[in-house]
């Protein structure tokens, strides 16, 4: 088997992963495995599609017979570096700020006004490196005000909820008592350790330059957090759920419990409740 051959085979896996089939046997994989995380999905996506235009860019060099090179001649020296990879590698490797985003044409129903909704919220990849990281430790909402500036136009901006739950999520932050005998977001141990602390004068809870750096490389999951709570925002919220979320409430329970419970965002459940006077 050529190389060539062996470069079809791996697209050949790719584009069946992406499918959610298993390529050794071609049977659907199960729901709930790994490769079918929706992110998962599109990575095999994108690598199949590289694989692809290897394959497209190499087979007719792999066709044309090469003439043997003089027995005296030196081996050429194998090529290095972005230019010797496919486009699409090569610009991976070239600073972010020196790559523009692809135009977007907003959606325009047959009316001729523009779409009421947004899309949900999305940081380019070739964006993600020009985040303005501050060696000042930044409020909450600072920080996804500079996330936002990095978001293409007719997206939903990320708003804090989503950061918070993903937080509360990973045991980094937690709905504990404040200093003002209320309840707020505060850093736990583990989110002291990547850099989230307390102002003690404010008592504001702000994010160090290492907790920037934490938050931009988990936001892929910070994202599919804030895709999911937007796609519960217009859902109402039946008769059957007040009533679990009654009964969750006198049993005890706090709003992260009920929130994993009834599938509904923290911030969602906390706003039901103050809303029902529970």
Known sequence: ???????????MYMEKLSHGINPLDGTPVADGDLIRNGRMSRCFAFVAEVLDKVVTNSAPHAEKPQPAAPKSAPAAPAQSGPRSLPPELAAMLRPAS???PAPRTKAVPAGGSEAKH????AVPYNRRADFAYSDRPLPVEEVVQR????????????????????????GLLAWMPDSRDGYAYLPT???GEVGILVEPSA?????????QHFIMDALDDILDEAARQLSLRHTPWTPEE??????LRREGQHPEEIAETLARPASAVRQRLLERGI
């Open 242 to 247: 007040d009533a679990r979320l009654a009964q």
């Open 189 to 191: 141990q583990s989110g």
């Open 147 to 170: 996330i936002h500036a990095l978001e293409p136009e007719n997206t939903e901006p990320l708003s804090v909820s989503p950061l918070f739950d993903w937080l509360t999520d990973a």
């Open 1 to 11: 088997m050529t190389e060539l051959d062996m470069i079809r085979r791996a697209r």
């Open 98 to 100: 020196s790559i523009k």
């Open 203 to 211: 008592g504001a809870v702000l994010y160090t330059l290492s907790a």
């Open 118 to 121: 947004r899309l949900p919220p």
